[in-house]
Every structure is written in structure tokens, then in C-alpha cells.
T-cell receptor
Framework: LAKTTQPISMDSYEGQEVNITCSHN???????ITWYQQFPSQGPRFIIQ???TKVTNEVASLFIPADRKSSTLSLPRVSLSDTAVYYC??????????????FGTGTRLLVSP | GAGVSQSPSNKVTEKGKDVELRCDPI?????LYWYRQSLGQGLEFLIY????????KSGLPSDRFSAERTGGSVSTLTIQRTQQEDSAVYLC???????????FGSGTRLTVV
């Protein structure tokens, strides 16, 4: 299972763009990159998933360079409600058999007024 | 149902007692996962079900922990002779197929006193 490394914490202010980078040097060919968001007292919530280049949805963008050894979650114009822990995970989409998602300690994002 | 439902949401038990935690996955989701999250920590994988079978039980901390799933739906995580170190939030997730699109429940907060 590919291991991920991400900053323990980040601080930002309302209205700013936040970029959280995750390293996954041992990512395998079949692995996808997935980001989850977790608020206190709640289970993690899926944000975005990608394999290469760029993926964008209504919540965030995910940038993946050609070598796929890292990825960057970009949150545009954050608000106080974006204060949460963000987890980067890599894993097989499941076509080759059982796969469990391994959560690291995540990045604790604090957005201030 | 519309989401993953876990019960109870909170459980306080005395050391040495047995507890059962329940997870109702999203209807039709074949894969079901149990994770544990201690205060301020990341998620620790416990066990995974594909249908009613558990291909990977490697994450169960000890033989006091067991889990079952019946009818490809509801799962129960049982902790026997609870210890204080078992105190944590136990999270359940389901997905339509292994490795894809986890949806988490809100968890059961277990406190062993």
C-alpha cells in the first residue's frame, strides 16, 4: 500500500486559496488518489478523486503531476466552515481485488476570520 | 437508507463488559469497512467485508474484537471484556464495490470507564 505524507497542519484566512500537498512516492500504476474531509464528531466525507493531470468539482480541484508522486488539493476562497482535517489516500480502484484505504493523520486546516 | 447509519451514537460501558456496535450500510453497497479513531488521531483500519465474508481481519487489535455481517447488509462489531484503551470512535463505511467511493457513518463514540 502506498504511503502518503502530508503536512500536519495549515493556517489560512477566509477568502484565501489553500493548497495542501501530499507526497506518495510509491504510488502504483493502478492507484487512484482520493481526498477526504473530516469535521469534528463526523465521519470523513469524500471530496475528490483523480488519477492524473487535473480534476475539478464544485468543492475543490486536484492537481496531479505527470510522475504522480505527489498531488495537491486546492480549495478556492476558503471559509470558516472549511476548517477540518483533510486526508490524502492512494489505493487501487478495486479491480484487482480487495483494497483498503489507509488513512494517515491528515492535515488539520484552520481558517480564521 | 440514504446514508450509513450507526448505532448507538454514544456508548459508555464499564471495563470488562461486552459491547456491540451496529452498522447499517447504504442499500446495495457490497463492501463494508470498520475503522477506529482515537481522540485526535487518524483512522485505524479494523476489518473489511465483501458481502458476508471478511477477507481481511488483520486490523482487529486483539481476539476480544470480532465482527460479522449478515444478509450482505447489517454488520455488528463486538468487543468483549472492554478495556479503557478501547475508548474511541468506531466508524463504519460502505461502498458499492471494493475500493470505490466510501461513504462513512457518523460513528459510535465508545467510552470505557
Amino acid at each position: 500500500l502506498a504511503k502518503t505524507t502530508q503536512p500536519i497542519s495549515m493556517d489560512s484566512y477566509e477568502g484565501q486559496e489553500v493548497n495542501i500537498t501530499c507526497s506518495h512516492n510509491n504510488i502504483a500504476t493502478n492507484d487512484y488518489i482520493t481526498w477526504y474531509q473530516q469535521f469534528p464528531s463526523q465521519g470523513p466525507r469524500f471530496i475528490i478523486q483523480g488519477y492524473k493531470t487535473k480534476v475539478t468539482n464544485e468543492v475543490a480541484s486536484l492537481f496531479i503531476p505527470a510522475d504522480r508522486k505527489s498531488s495537491t488539493l486546492s480549495l478556492p476562497r476558503v471559509s470558516l466552515s472549511d476548517t477540518a482535517v483533510y486526508y490524502c489516500l492512494v489505493g487501487d480502484m478495486g479491480n484487482t481485488g480487495f483494497q483498503k484505504l489507509v488513512f494517515g493523520t491528515g492535515t488539520r486546516l484552520l481558517v480564521s476570520p | 437508507g440514504a446514508g450509513v447509519s450507526q448505532s448507538p451514537s454514544n456508548k459508555v460501558t464499564e471495563k470488562g463488559k461486552d459491547v456491540e456496535l451496529r452498522c447499517d450500510p447504504i442499500s446495495g453497497h457490497t463492501a463494508l469497512y470498520w475503522y477506529r479513531q482515537s481522540l485526535g488521531q487518524g483512522l485505524e483500519f479494523l476489518i473489511y467485508f465483501q458481502g458476508n465474508s471478511a477477507p481481511d481481519k488483520s486490523g482487529l487489535p486483539s481476539d476480544r474484537f470480532s465482527a460479522e455481517r449478515t444478509g450482505g447488509s447489517v454488520s455488528t462489531l463486538t468487543i468483549q471484556r472492554t478495556q479503557q484503551e478501547d475508548s474511541a470512535v468506531y466508524l463504519c463505511a460502505s461502498s458499492p464495490r471494493q475500493g470505490y467511493g466510501y461513504t462513512f457513518g457518523s460513528g459510535t463514540r465508545l467510552t470505557v470507564v
